[in-house]
């Protein structure tokens, strides 16, 4: 019932604030102005794959319309949790009740870009989508730029879908692959293909990520495995006005309570689902050490997660856990790139570490990590969070990170590569975005390459593409 009054609420908003931009309450950009855009995203709660995308939106667009022409702002949930992050940015905080910020917030700005990679899904949270929505549809209703930028369409909810269809469809939605695509062009939403925008993030030096391996136990000398857990089955999240009274009164309903009005999945069908999962990667794990010489870790890249890594690491009898709320998004990274071999539950673990060539193995609770084993060509690298065979399956996906570790490599560069073009193509689309909502707004002029839609890349990055452009 509470996700159905955030959508009626979200959706009247949307509507009034077409009534008054028709009625006369219009504050555009005007020529001279620097560009306001918001960035409408999941920030400020360690979530390591949200915080990365978007830092790298922000220098992308940034580096393409200029720095001295724009003015951005990110959102946050915790300001301390995004503090260092987003450069020349501000940074606004976003509550948990959310539709009266959104219609203070977005019109004192010139455009919306959202951020949020699972952008139109009823798979996590339908109050996460409704707020993807929201953003973009008042954008939209003012005539603003509205922009989705590398986000990915699932199945939404009946009236979810509706709302999609109907407050999007005059913004512009670029997705980071061909199936969401096809989803929102069958609800009348404009659509160009793009990748998801982490592919150019430069963490802390090698150096660092070695350190704090070494730090935790490694002898420098062990092939290092990090696995990235999570609760697949604690998904979706659901606003609940009954649960969040007694939880308040009472502390009832402590284990599912995520944030505010916000409660996990729960049941002892998803309690069966989420001990086989853990069980099976345990299992896995404890054969492949005894096969070979390794050194295990476990990484939470969201602060969630520290609950499935402990809940692993005891079943292993203790092996290093490094979480999100340990270390900031430049230093995660930098030590996911200093490991040898990943096994991961996080879309974003993956995508990170692939430039650093870490041959890794997915084990995948929806399209996201499936999609990008299948543009790599891996899918024998691919298991389910509910495979009953989960544990066989990732013994053998192990072994074939040790063995052929070369060749999943060089899957992994070619797909770099491939995707760094395509963010690069995301950021043409975006600037000719601009200047269709604001014709006068001044942008670049001559001969440019692909490399020059990007932000500055790094050493290595440079060497990957020129050696598998």
């Given at each position: 019932?509470?996700?159905?009054?955030?959508?009626?609420?979200?959706?009247?908003?949307?509507?009034?604030?077409?009534?008054?931009?028709?009625?006369?309450?219009?504050?555009?950009?005007?020529?001279?102005?620097?560009?306001?855009?918001?960035?409408?995203?999941?920030?400020?709660?360690?979530?390591?794959?949200?915080?990365?995308?978007?830092?790298?939106?922000?220098?992308?667009?940034?580096?393409?319309?200029?720095?001295?022409?724009?003015?951005?702002?990110?959102?946050?949930?915790?300001?301390?949790?995004?503090?260092?992050y987003?450069?020349?940015?501000?940074?606004?905080r976003?509550?948990?009740?959310?539709?009266?910020?959104?219609?203070?917030?977005?019109?004192?700005?010139?455009?919306?870009?959202?951020?949020?990679?699972?952008?139109f899904?009823?798979?996590f949270a339908?109050?996460?989508?409704?707020?993807?929505?929201?953003?973009?549809?008042?954008?939209?209703?003012?005539?603003?730029?509205s922009?989705?930028?590398?986000?990915?369409?699932?199945?939404?909810?009946?009236?979810?879908?509706?709302?999609?269809?109907?407050?999007?469809?005059?913004?512009?939605?670029?997705?980071?692959?061909?199936?969401?695509?096809?989803?929102?062009?069958?609800?009348?939403?404009?659509?160009?293909?793009?990748?998801?925008?982490?592919?150019?993030?430069?963490?802390?030096?090698?150096?660092?990520?070695?350190?704090?391996?070494r730090?935790?136990?490694?002898?420098?000398?062990?092939p290092?495995?990090?696995?990235?857990?999570?609760?697949?089955?604690?998904?979706?999240?659901?606003?609940?006005?009954?649960?969040?009274?007694?939880?308040?009164?009472?502390?009832?309903y402590?284990?599912?309570?995520?944030?505010?009005?916000?409660?996990?999945?729960?049941?002892?069908?998803?309690?069966?689902?989420?001990?086989?999962?853990?069980?099976?990667?345990?299992?896995?794990?404890?054969?492949?050490?005894?096969?070979?010489?390794?050194?295990?870790?476990?990484?939470?890249?969201?602060?969630?997660?520290?609950?499935?890594a402990?809940?692993?690491?005891?079943?292993l009898?203790?092996v290093?856990?490094?979480?999100?709320?340990?270390?900031?998004?430049?230093?995660i990274v930098?030590?996911?790139?200093?490991?040898?071999?990943?096994?991961?539950?996080?879309?974003?673990?993956?995508?990170?570490?692939?430039p650093?060539?870490?041959?890794?193995?997915?084990?995948?609770?929806?399209?996201?990590?499936?999609?990008?084993?299948?543009?790599?060509?891996?899918?024998?690298?691919?298991?389910?969070?509910?495979?009953?065979?989960?544990?066989?399956?990732?013994?053998?996906?192990?072994?074939?990170?040790?063995?052929?570790?070369?060749?999943?490599?060089?899957?992994?560069?070619?797909?770099?590569?491939?995707?760094?073009?395509?963010m690069?193509?995301?950021?043409?689309?975006?600037e000719e975005?601009?200047?269709?909502?604001?014709?006068?707004?001044?942008?670049?002029?001559?001969?440019?390459?692909?490399?020059?839609?990007?932000?500055?890349?790094?050493?290595?990055?440079?060497?990957?593409?020129?050696?598998?452009?």
């Amino acid at each position: 019932m509470m996700d159905l009054i955030l959508e009626a609420w979200v959706s009247g908003n949307i509507e009034r604030a077409k009534a008054g931009w028709m009625l006369g309450a219009r504050k555009r950009w005007q020529p001279g102005e620097k560009l306001k855009l918001l960035f409408a995203g999941y920030n400020g709660t360690r979530n390591m794959g949200s915080d990365v995308r978007v830092e790298e939106m922000l220098r992308q667009i940034r580096h393409i319309l200029g720095s001295e022409r724009v003015d951005f702002t990110a959102m946050t949930f915790d300001f301390e949790r995004s503090r260092g992050y987003f450069e020349n940015t501000a940074q606004v905080r976003l509550p948990d009740i959310f539709p009266p910020f959104l219609s203070d917030e977005v019109p004192r700005h010139h455009g919306v870009v959202a951020c949020e990679g699972s952008m139109f899904k009823s798979k996590f949270a339908n109050a996460l989508t409704t707020m993807m929505i929201g953003s973009l549809g008042i954008a939209a209703a003012q005539n603003k730029l509205s922009v989705g930028y590398g986000g990915e369409a699932g199945d939404m909810d009946p009236v979810l879908a509706k709302m999609c269809g109907r407050y999007c469809k005059n913004s512009l939605v670029i997705t980071r692959n061909e199936e969401s695509r096809t989803l929102l062009r069958e609800l009348g939403v404009p659509t160009e293909l793009g990748t998801d925008t982490a592919w150019t993030f430069e963490p802390r030096p090698a150096e660092y990520g070695q350190s704090i391996l070494r730090q935790v136990g490694w002898d420098g000398r062990a092939p290092v495995l990090v696995v990235c857990p999570i609760n697949p089955f604690e998904w979706p999240v659901k606003a609940s006005v009954a649960k969040a009274a007694l939880h308040s009164l009472t502390g009832a309903y402590k284990k599912s309570h995520y944030r505010g009005p916000y409660f996990h999945n729960t049941g002892p069908a998803a309690d069966r689902a989420y001990e086989h999962y853990l069980t099976s990667i345990a299992k896995a794990l404890d054969a492949f050490r005894k096969q070979r010489s390794v050194f295990v870790i476990l990484v939470a890249t969201e602060r969630l997660d520290a609950r499935p890594a402990n809940r692993i690491s005891e079943k292993l009898g203790g092996v290093p856990i490094l979480t999100s709320d340990q270390y900031n998004m430049y230093e995660i990274v930098s030590i996911l790139r200093a490991c040898h071999m990943m096994a991961s539950s996080r879309y974003h673990g993956i995508v990170t570490s692939m430039p650093a060539l870490v041959p890794s193995a997915g084990i995948t609770m929806d399209e996201r990590i499936r999609n990008l084993m299948r543009e790599r060509g891996h899918q024998d690298l691919l298991m389910t969070v509910d495979d009953p065979d989960l544990e066989q399956k990732l013994l053998v996906a192990l072994e074939t990170l040790a063995t052929q570790g070369e060749r999943i490599a060089d899957g992994i560069a070619r797909t770099v590569v491939k995707n760094l073009k395509v963010m690069a193509r995301m950021g043409v689309f975006f600037e000719e975005e601009v200047q269709r909502r604001y014709p006068e707004f001044p942008t670049r002029t001559g001969e440019w390459s692909w490399e020059d839609y990007l932000p500055p890349m790094n050493a290595s990055l440079r060497q990957l593409v020129a050696a598998y452009s």
